[in-house]
């Protein structure tokens, strides 16, 4: 089955970028879709089909996706950004929907 | 607005069963796939299977392969998951989302928390 890797952690100061990824076998040739998920509350979507922003998102949040490594960004960051993060992509192979392991941002 | 809202949290035996409601207001049902996604406290997502609204046609992943059933009840908007053989490891939140082949799972339900204890 298809595999997304997210690092488990990553951890940024207020005001800086935050960066975080998704690894998969030719990631770049699926679309993928992200969540942001606060503790106790339901996941939200903050970007999909790779670049596109949901209405409601800041524009510091964007998104990439090339070769074996899908990638969100989050520009000046805040503490309201604190969250969980998970990459999802549609896997053709087995018609499943596959997730990430999730990444925590710590501002 | 579109939402999606979830039947109350269940406590379960191991070895019984449990089904978890999901009712749709805000769009046409019929329209987009009904998305199944549970959680285990302090872990990630975890991708159940999908029921398209439509043609009542579903899938899950393979883990859940006979143990779980999707329905819907059109007349009522509604979304029904049931999952059998409860196991201690199925203890969980269960979440229900509106999606389809290629979209995002946007929104989603409230979340269903599960217990399977004796």
């Known amino acids: 089955s298809y595999v997304l890797t997210q690092p488990p952690s990553v951890s940024v100061s207020p005001g800086k970028t935050a960066t975080i990824t998704c690894g998969g076998n030719?990631?770049?040739?699926?679309?993928v879709h992200w969540y942001q998920q606060k503790p106790g509350q339901a996941p939200v979507v903050v970007m999909y089909y790779d670049s596109e922003r949901p209405a409601g998102i800041p524009e510091r949040f964007s998104g990439s996706n090339s070769g074996n490594t899908a990638t969100l960004t989050i520009s000046r960051v805040e503490a309201g950004d604190e969250a969980d993060y998970y990459c999802?992509?549609?896997?053709?192979?087995?018609?499943?929907?596959?997730f990430g392991g999730g990444t925590k941002l710590t501002v | 607005q579109v939402q999606l809202v979830q039947s109350g949290a269940e406590l379960k035996k191991p070895g019984a069963s449990v089904k978890v409601s999901c009712t749709a207001s805000g769009y046409t049902f019929s329209g987009y796939d009904i998305t199944w996604v549970r959680q285990a406290t302090g872990q990630g997502l975890e991708w159940m299977g999908w029921?398209?609204?439509?043609?009542?046609?579903?899938g899950s992943a393979q883990k859940f392969q006979g143990r779980v059933s999707m329905t819907r009840d059109t007349s009522l908007n509604t979304a029904y998951m049931e999952l059998s053989s409860l196991r201690y490891d199925d203890t969980a939140v269960y979440y229900c989302?509106?999606?389809?082949?290629?979209?995002?799972?946007?929104?989603w339900g409230q979340g269903t928390l599960v217990t399977v204890s004796s």
């Open positions: 989302a509106r999606g389809g082949l290629h979209l995002p799972d946007d929104p």
């Open positions: 999802q992509v549609w896997d053709s192979g087995t018609d499943h929907r596959v």
């Open positions: 030719n990631i770049g040739s699926k679309s």
């Open positions: 029921m398209s609204p439509s043609t009542g046609r579903s």
